[in-house]
């Protein structure tokens, strides 16, 4: 058990780091970053697919309606970069509505499944929602042409920064609990990553 929240830990670390430095990008550096979370997405669904052939429920209808999901995610996340705000715009509602697809079919797919099975599809859950968290983050971020776009930016930003600097906080509590208290932190830590990924919805 401590082992298994200490690997958390790192996770969100890893993550509110992450998170933290995406949001401090000027707009150039957010567009390179922008296409390298597409590339590192499409890198994802083609080990997903791969991960997926291996379990014992890869037969089911779902489980190959999810394998198409999988391959129209991954055409989107390979498309070249976008030439205006418009076709940016346009790519990204794609790209949004492809994550959303993924998701659920896995859910369907794998809900009633081996454990083997089960327990990937929560990984892969989470993966996912780590994708569309960053990708709602840019689409705030590519698109500050006007006064009202740069005001709800700076908005979303300060609760960002705010829910973050709370999660750090108790990251840094956690690595010092065991025993009992261990489930606890685990599902509060839990909570505020959840709270901190609606921030942009």
């Not at 009202?148 to 920064?161: S, V």
Request: glycine share 2%; charged share 45%.
């Amino acid at each position: 058990m401590q082992k298994k929240l200490n690997d958390r830990l790192k996770e969100w670390k890893g993550k509110t780091e992450e998170l933290w430095l995406q949001l401090n990008l000027g707009a150039s550096e957010a567009k390179d970053q922008y296409e390298k979370q597409k590339k590192e997405l499409a890198k994802w669904v083609e080990e997903t697919k791969v991960k997926l052939n291996d379990l014992p429920d890869k037969s089911s209808a779902k489980a190959k309606e999810l394998q198409v999901k999988l391959d129209e995610l991954k055409k989107e996340a390979e498309k070249k970069t976008a030439e205006t705000k418009e076709k940016l715009k346009e790519q990204q509602e794609i790209l949004s509505e492809k994550l959303d697809e993924v998701k659920d079919d896995l859910k369907e797919a794998y809900a009633h499944s081996s454990d083997k099975a089960a327990e990937y599809k929560e990984k892969a859950e989470e993966k996912l929602t780590d994708f569309q968290t960053r990708f709602d983050v840019f689409k705030l971020q590519l698109h500050l042409g006007s006064k009202e776009a740069q005001e709800l930016w700076e908005r979303k930003k300060k609760e960002t920064a705010a829910n973050l600097k709370e999660l750090d906080e108790k990251i840094d509590k956690a690595a010092d609990v065991t025993g009992e208290l261990l489930h606890n932190v685990g599902n509060e830590l839990k909570s505020s990553w959840s709270k901190l990924k609606k921030t942009f919805k």
